[in-house]
Nanobody, 132 residues
Framework: QVQLVESGGGSVLAGGSLRLSCATS???????????MAWFRQAPGKEREGVAA????????YYADSVKGRFTISQDDDKRTVYLQLNSLKPEDTAMYYC??????????????????????WGQGTQVTVSS
């Protein structure tokens, strides 16, 4: 059963913007207000890295240093959907972006490599390509 569906990826020029969406369904929809939801990305030949996370219970957010000030994670409780606004995009932001969720709190360090296995649910990914 599909639990997370991403959308919104595409191709843009450097400096452009995109908004990614991650819609929940099924079990994740039912426990939406108690999820830590995050965005990860993986570029070809590189490890998957954490980008941003939000605890849907009270909206606390976490960001990777590489995207602070450019990306914003947010939530729409009515739609039970999480968004990632990508501004001032750079070619190095090119990657497949994945939404992930775990039933529980986010915490400092949730975006670290060692924390990825805590996420129980993953979407299929949406491609972001930034050209110079």
């Amino acid at each position: 059963q599909v639990q997370l569906v991403e959308s919104g990826g595409g191709s843009v020029l450097a400096g452009g913007s995109l908004r990614l969406s991650c819609a929940t369904s099924g079990y994740l929809y039912s426990i939406y207000s108690r999820n830590c939801m995050a965005w990860f990305r993986q570029a070809p030949g590189k490890e998957r890295e954490g980008v941003a996370a939000i605890y849907t219970g009270h909206g606390s957010t976490y960001y990777a240093d590489s995207v602070k000030g450019r990306f914003t994670i947010s939530q729409d409780d009515d739609k039970r959907t999480v968004y990632l606004q990508l501004n001032s995009l750079k070619p190095e932001d090119t990657a497949m972006y994945y939404c992930a969720a775990l039933g529980g709190y986010c915490y400092s360090g949730i975006l670290a490599q060692r924390s990825q296995n805590r996420f129980d649910y993953w979407g299929q990914g949406t491609q972001v390509t930034v050209s110079s």
